[in-house]
């Protein structure tokens, strides 16, 4: 078996610059963004969301805007590229109990329709509903996208109301039970994307 001892591993065309750099511990560099490996990591965005907000939303309807602060931009480096969307969000209703609150998962402010229920009747289709009991639950978010573009990508949720009436749905926060004392909170929600090189 042969061994090739070097520093550096540059192509031709690109005028010195080196693109694999071999640490004598045996760490190799890559220039952020250039591993393009099908399934591997490419780059990680990710926004965390520490203050709160509310928007009245209908009955069985979503919100109008997306929600402030929760909207990390990627832009892909390859169209074949996926974008993995993780992270979770703090979500309240006013009407509390079972009635609870729903997120859609949007490309800019159009709800990505893949990452949405199926479509029975006047059903909503929502990416994720939680019973918000007063007080605030938390819904997840696990969702791979495959935007097919290398044009930067803003990603986004808008709320939704299961109440039967118009409701306040709030974030990182209960808006109609926010008394000053340690049994009534503020949270965080956050959105993180993940670019997965594709084939």
């Given amino acids: 078996m042969s061994t090739i001892k070097t520093t550096n591993i540059t192509h031709g065309s690109n005028s010195g610059t080196a693109n694999l750099v071999l640490a004598s511990d045996g760490k190799v560099t890559i220039p952020e963004k250039k591993l393009y490996c099908p399934g591997a990591v490419v780059q990680v965005v990710s926004t965390t969301k520490t203050d ?18 929760l909207t990390p931009s ?3 480096t390859a169209s074949s590229s996926k974008i993995l969307l993780t992270g979770y969000v703090v979500i309240s209703n006013d009407a509390g109990g079972a009635w609870g609150a729903g997120i859609v998962l949007c490309n800019g402010t159009t709800a990505i329709p893949e990452a949405r229920g199926g479509a029975v009747g006047s059903r909503s289709q929502l990416s994720g509903k939680a019973e918000s009991s007063y007080l605030g639950t938390c819904i997840p978010i ?58």
């Avoid at 209908?58 to 402030?68: D, K, L, P, R």
């Avoid at 791979?144 to 986004?156: C, E, K, R, V």
């Fill in 74 to 76: 990627i832009t892909p």
């Fill in 142 to 199: 696990n969702f791979l996208d495959s935007p097919a573009t290398t044009n930067a990508i803003t990603y986004g949720i808008k709320v939704w109301n299961g109440h039967t009436s118009t409701q306040n749905i709030s974030i990182n926060y209960t808006n109609d039970s926010d008394s000053d004392n340690n049994n009534h909170i503020r949270a965080a929600s956050t959105l993180t994307l993940m670019e997965i090189a594709g084939t």
């Fill in 52 to 69: 709160v907000w509310t928007e009245s939303c209908g009955e069985g309807a979503f919100s109008s805007n997306v929600v402030t602060g």
